[in-house]
């Protein structure tokens, strides 16, 4: 039986932390979706800790651990985007994603934003659309000199 997921709010100590679950994740779970080259893109080895706070600050982010053990993040503005939804490889499959996008989606809710939407990774199209999200559009985002492949995905809360 798998340990149940606790969520908690981010603090700014666990940046790094986010980092490498975001790299691992790219890396990892993206494979079969992305070249090693779109990844390398999406995912440079040495992340921009800075960046990333800077990023994080101005977004509500919650965290998802199982046992102890980061097991994935989630983050978004207060106006409905969902910018960040990684869970770690090792943790895939067991509920961590829909647990986070359900945490976030009820705090959208709470704070009165009548739709959420996204660009989702082609990894990540499957998981949004059994959420109720619908695509938009599919687009090609040029990230360090590559285009990657993504969709612009979204879900009417009303």
């Keep these: 039986m798998s340990a149940a997921i606790?969520?908690?709010?981010?603090?700014?100590?666990?940046?790094?932390?986010?980092?490498?679950?975001?790299h691992d994740a790219v890396?990892?779970?993206?494979?079969?979706h992305y070249t090693l080259e779109q990844r390398a893109a999406w995912s440079p080895p040495s992340p921009d800790l800075t960046r990333w706070r800077e990023?994080?600050?101005?977004?509500?982010?919650l965290l998802a651990e199982s046992a102890g053990v980061l097991a994935g993040f989630c983050s978004w503005t207060v106006e409905g985007y969902l910018d960040l939804l990684f869970v770690d490889p090792a943790h895939g499959r067991r509920g961590v994603a829909t647990t986070l996008y359900q945490a976030a989606e009820k705090s959208l809710r709470d704070h009165?934003?009548?739709?959420?939407?996204?660009?989702?990774?082609?990894?990540a199209q499957p998981f949004f659309l059994r959420q109720g999200f619908r695509v938009v559009r599919h687009q090609i985002v040029p990230t360090r000199g590559v285009d990657l492949p993504n969709a612009v995905m979204e879900k009417w809360l009303t």
Excluded: I, N, W, Y
């Design 6 to 22: 606790v969520l908690r709010s981010h603090q700014p100590a666990d940046v790094p932390q986010l980092a490498r679950l975001f």
């Design 27 to 32: 890396h990892q779970t993206a494979g079969a």
């Design 55 to 61: 990023r994080l600050a101005r977004q509500q982010v």
């Design 112 to 123: 009165g934003a009548t739709r959420v939407h996204t660009q989702a990774s082609v990894t």
